[in-house]
């Protein structure tokens, strides 16, 4: 990585995006940590007993009907949401850290209820529990990763959240499709219990972002963790020039350390515009590639549980192999080459199987996914740090991953429903096909490039000149 001696990546740069982003692991983890086992929770699987009980003190499943498990399901979706409306405004009035620190809580409370759940009810607080964390964690994680990463490779570094996120499922479906017997599903929903606590000790070696430091009147305490962060000989003039120009207010001692410039800076746009482009960006994306995968395991039944471990393992692999064109082609490059992927995608998912091609169809379906990785994945958690400045990041972040769980509930309950009242044949694709156009129309005409820009005033002021 090509980095001037100001923006290197330190080893402890390197430790601090690690930490971080192990909320979005678990975000993925939980996502999709019932998908392989459920059958075995359920006492659906012939290889449990009838009565469904071991000689240990909890029972080895838990019978429930097909209403039940998508309440257990679902009701994660619910945390998530109110995970995300909450963090926002807590990491903006209490601090990045702060807000991290409780997400772990979470992490570990609602793991725990889950692995020891004797009955549905426990299992149902244990999801909503570990639904919050994941929701506070994939809008402060992001959040936080954009105010220290370098400015010119925070798109390299924000992908790394949906990076995490992959990591997050690959690791649950291979511990599922090992564990999905007997009672060791258990110890896939404990293994949840231990991220969290690796992360809440972790925790500890992480310091308040800086950038929320200066907003808060507390420029010389960030400036010396800016210092750590980019080393010792490290120069960061053009860094805090950059808090200045975001309206980090300064007085005393602080001013002096941040040169007044002469003339006035560009104001920032009025928050119901900041916040409209991150949450119509956001919105229902984490649900994309899962279509495909249960296209996928409809089409080819016999190898399923297998077959979704390999399909998280292109995502992660696309994802990691894509994650540095943000900051080469630009943010809105990625955003377009991407949903004009999926769009054609979604065309070769319809004439696949509506002319019965297996084939096809697959191979649609694991391009739908790659595609997804290119932009729609990793560039929306980078985008909704960069439109807005640090007084207002919280709170676009926080609504905008609250419309993502909001799309990803609806898509999840209602995808089924528009597929049977178009009469199946593959039809609901020609509507994802419109929907991407229609996307796709937006972010070129709506979407300003972020790439290169010191901070929001920056994006928005060249955006409104170029319009004029």
């Known amino acids: 990585m090509a980095l001037n001696k ?14 971080t982003t192990l909320g979005p692991l678990q975000f993925g983890y939980h996502l999709a940590e019932l998908n392989a086992p459920q059958a075995v929770i359920t006492c659906e699987k012939k290889s449990i007993n009838s009565a ?10 838990l019978p429930m009907t097909p209403s039940q498990f998508g309440l257990v399901s679902s009701v994660y979706t619910l945390g998530g949401l109110l995970g995300a409306l909450l963090a926002g405004p807590v990491s903006t009035r209490y601090g990045r850290l702060i807000a991290l620190r409780a997400t772990t809580i979470f992490f570990v409370l609602g793991p725990v209820a889950e692995t020891v759940a004797p009955a ?41 959240t949906q990076v995490m996120t992959n990591v997050g ?18 110890l896939i929903l404990a293994v949840a219990g231990l991220i969290g606590a690796l992360e809440l000790l972790g925790l500890f070696l992480v310091p308040e972002s800086p950038t929320w430091l200066a907003e808060n009147h507390k420029v010389n305490e960030a400036r010396q963790v800016l210092q750590r962060i980019r080393g010792r000989d490290a120069d960061l003039d053009a860094e805090i020039e950059g808090w200045r120009a975001s309206g980090a207010p300064t007085s005393g001692e602080e001013e002096s350390l941040l040169a007044v410039p002469s003339e006035g800076h560009p104001t920032n746009q009025p928050p119901s515009q900041s916040f409209k482009l991150p949450g119509i960006l956001i919105t229902g994306l984490p649900s994309s590639p899962w279509l495909g995968v249960s296209l996928l395991q409809s089409i080819l039944p016999t190898t399923a549980t297998l077959l979704t471990v390999m399909i998280s393992a292109l995502n992660l692999v696309m994802t990691l192999v894509c994650s540095p064109l943000p900051d080469r082609i630009g943010r809105k490059t990625c955003l377009l080459l991407s949903i004009s992927g999926m769009g054609c995608s979604s065309i070769l998912l319809a004439l696949g199987i509506s002319t019965d091609q297996k084939a096809l169809s697959a191979i649609a379906a694991l391009l739908f996914v790659a595609c997804f990785a290119v932009g729609l994945g990793p560039v929306p958690f980078i985008l909704a740090s960069e439109l807005v400045g640090p007084e207002a990041v919280g709170a676009a972040q926080s609504w905008a991953l609250a419309a993502n769980w909001i799309a990803t509930f609806i898509i999840a309950q209602f995808f089924p429903v528009l597929n049977d009242a178009l009469g199946g044949r593959g039809k609901v694709y020609w509507v994802f096909a419109v929907m991407a156009a229609l996307l796709g129309g937006f972010i070129y005409r709506w979407v300003p490039e972020t790439k290169g820009k010191a901070n929001a005033d920056e994006v928005w002021g060249r955006a409104d000149r170029r319009e004029d």
């Open 120 to 160: 549905i009810p426990l299992l149902i607080l244990g999801r909503f529990f570990s639904g919050i964390g994941s929701g506070a964690a994939i809008v402060v994680g992001p959040i936080y990763i954009s105010e220290i990463a370098p400015p010119a490779a925070r798109g390299l570094f924000g992908a790394f």
């Open 52 to 61: 469904g009980i071991t000689s240990d003190s909890l029972p080895q499943c």
């Open 6 to 19: 100001s923006g290197r990546v330190t080893p402890y740069l390197i430790y601090l995006v690690f930490i």
């Open 169 to 186: 499922i690959l690791l649950t479906q291979t511990l599922g499709y090992f564990w999905s017997h007997r009672s060791l599903w258990r």
